[in-house]
């Protein structure tokens, strides 16, 4: 891609992602990484009503994305679902966030999300995207768009911040 500069998993090229899980107590999450470009989430939501149940692979971003003005990367998942592409400022107590989501299944394919793409949320959030703090990168599979209990496997890779041309 002319332009971006490659992030990929394990990688120290430009603003390296380091990747771990979040889920919150009801729900697990577990990372593997299949080669140094790809990882999988393996997730569980909490079963029940939907209480925001969520899995998330989540790359820690350090300095910002003020030079970006996407994500491309390739996914699948194990069964058809949406997952959201979310961008998360540095703080404390759930800071807002901004996310798309973005429909997988068992094909690969690569897809590109545009920053200007992007949703508040809450959606009540006012303020513009802060790119300069954005902290991390996270593909979220929650209540929004799959059902309490669901398991399965995502799979992404060739993660790279794209510029404007």
Do not use: C, K
């Amino acid at each position: 891609m002319p332009g971006a500069a490659t992030v990929a998993a394990g990688s120290n090229v430009g603003a390296a992602l380091r990747w771990h899980v979040e889920h919150d107590p009801a729900s697990a999450a577990e990372m593997t990484r299949i080669d140094p470009d790809t990882l999988t989430l393996r997730f569980r939501l909490g079963g029940g009503r939907a209480t925001n149940q969520f899995s998330a692979l989540v790359g820690a971003i350090g300095g910002g994305l003020t030079a970006y003005a996407g994500v491309a990367f390739s996914g699948r998942a194990d069964h058809p679902m949406r997952v959201a592409v979310q961008l998360r400022p540095g703080g404390g107590n759930n800071p807002p966030r901004w996310q798309r989501s973005v429909y997988l299944d068992e094909s690969p394919r690569t897809m590109t999300v545009a920053f200007a793409d992007l949703q508040p949320v809450p959606r009540t959030t006012a303020v513009p995207m802060p790119l300069g703090s954005i902290d991390a990168l996270m593909f979220v599979v929650d209540t929004n768009n799959t059902a309490p209990g669901t398991t399965g496997v995502v799979t992404i890779g060739r993660v790279v911040w794209t510029t404007l041309h």
